[in-house]
């Protein structure tokens, strides 16, 4: 029996997607021969809170849990906001917010705290983790990031007790998307780099959730050749299992000949379909009936042109929904929305939209991947965010998804594969 310590700073209640990965993978392992520890943080205000997945945690896993300096507290006093007042997750990093308040905020986020607005946990957690080692030992450290602070984390207590570490990096580190119209200081740039460099240096093993990131770090880091792995992001077969593979909701509540569109997860202003959005008012315009659903958030900058070109009338946005009412949503839908932001991101949602079986859009910019994904299950089209995509509004309804290959990526599977990992350190 191994005693694996898993780091992650978002685990439920918090409604944070990151989280479903971590969860589901420590879920399937198998009970007979890894004891899973849990290293979170007592209580975070950013995200909302999904009290639906508290159901996959086992009683039996041990938990321990320490405070967290939350600068989004901060945050909300210095721009004027309420302690309970929800943040958008664009809104921290937006540029558009000409503010000096938001500037300066802005900048001490992006510069004094590196690698990121979490690393306040930091202290913490490791007092934490290395008060329970002596008490109770454990063989395997495990991190998630984002934050990638939580692998600062895993690479102490890994120097520390000589144990082995495999950071798991969800979206790249130092180059993050978000991070592209920011200004980081030199510094900071370097103090960053030089983070990201000693963790994956210390790593036994680093995961990936898609090859093309994957490929970008063995192309910066000669020495991650042979211990390097891509575990796809996935999706929980035990969401659906109440859902057919063929599931096509009755939709007795929506208008007759009425096609819904739905986006799932948070999308932010560089994520903007304009040309989806042009070809939808066109649908429309010729008598056909679209509505757009959002679940999640929006930003600002994508509603204001949805709204410049006529389409706000047929746009509904129902906010954060908890994990289950999302599926269900997205399970109805007509066709799903997938936009994927570089050419390094595969969107988690992904993976639920293909095992849904309806027809998917997606967008990004030389996002090879996504596509191969996309096409290799015969589950819809991507095209890049300035091209037309009259195409798929011509032809979704031939649409019809390889469910074999789509069960390839149930988390169930991909865990099996992270055991095998865990078994060779």
């Known amino acids: 029996m191994k005693k694996v310590l898993f780091i992650t700073y978002f685990w439920p209640p ?131 990031g984002p934050p990638h602070s939580s692998h600062l984390i895993g690479m102490k207590l890994s120097r520390k007790f000589n144990l082995p570490h495999i950071p798991v990096l969800i979206d790249p580190w130092v180059d993050i998307v978000y991070y592209k119209n920011l200004k980081r200081s030199f510094i900071t740039k370097k103090i960053d780099n030089h983070f990201e460099k000693s963790v994956l240096l210390n790593a036994k093993q680093v995961v990936f ?38 599931l096509r909701f009755k939709k007795e509540e929506y208008q007759k000949n009425e096609k819904i569109i739905v986006h799932a997860g948070n999308l932010f202003s560089y994520q903007n379909p304009k040309y989806l959005w042009k070809q939808i008012k066109a649908e429309n315009d010729n008598g056909n009936n679209f509505t757009i659903r959002f679940i999640g958030t929006v ?76 096409e290799s299950t015969n589950s819809g089209m991507l095209f890049g965010y300035n091209d037309s995509c009259q195409e798929f509004f011509n032809n979704y309804k031939n649409i019809k998804p390889d469910q074999t290959l789509i069960k390839s990526f149930d988390r169930a599977l991909i865990s099996k594969k992270f055991f095998e990992i865990i078994k060779t350190l």
Not at 78 to 103: D, M, R
Not at 216 to 241: I, Q
Not at 344 to 369: C, M, Q, S, W, Y
């Open 14 to 144: 918090s409604g944070k997607a990151s989280l479903h990965w971590p969860l589901d993978i420590i879920r399937h392992l198998p009970k007979d021969e890894i004891e899973p520890i849990i290293l979170t943080v007592k209580e975070e205000s950013f995200t909302q809170k999904d009290e639906s997945l508290l159901k996959k945690v086992d009683p039996a896993w041990v938990t321990i849990k320490s405070n967290a300096l939350e600068p989004f507290n901060i945050y909300r006093k210095f721009i004027g906001k309420k302690k309970n007042e929800k943040l958008i997750a664009s809104e921290t990093i937006s540029t558009e917010n000409k503010s000096l308040t938001h500037k300066i905020s802005l900048w001490i986020r992006l510069n004094l705290f590196i690698p990121d607005a979490r690393v306040g946990w930091n202290f913490t957690a490791y007092r934490t983790a290395k008060k329970f080692y002596t008490k109770a030992k454990f063989d395997v450290i495990v991190s998630i």
């Open 209 to 246: 959730v898609t090859k093309s990131n994957e490929e970008d770090y063995l192309n910066k880091y000669d020495f991650l050749k042979n211990k390097t792995n891509v575990l796809y992001w996935g999706y929980d077969e035990d969401d659906f299992k109440s859902l057919p593979l063929d």
């Open 299 to 374: 930003d600002p900058i994508v509603l204001d042109y949805i709204k410049e070109i006529g389409l706000l009338d047929k746009v509904e946005i129902l906010g954060f929904l908890p994990y289950p009412g999302m599926i269900k949503q997205i399970s109805k839908a007509d066709i799903l929305l997938v936009c994927a932001s570089e050419p390094r991101h595969v969107p988690g949602k992904l993976f639920e939209a293909l095992r849904t079986g309806n027809p998917i859009i997606a967008f990004g910019d030389d996002n090879t991947e996504v596509k191969q994904i996309i």
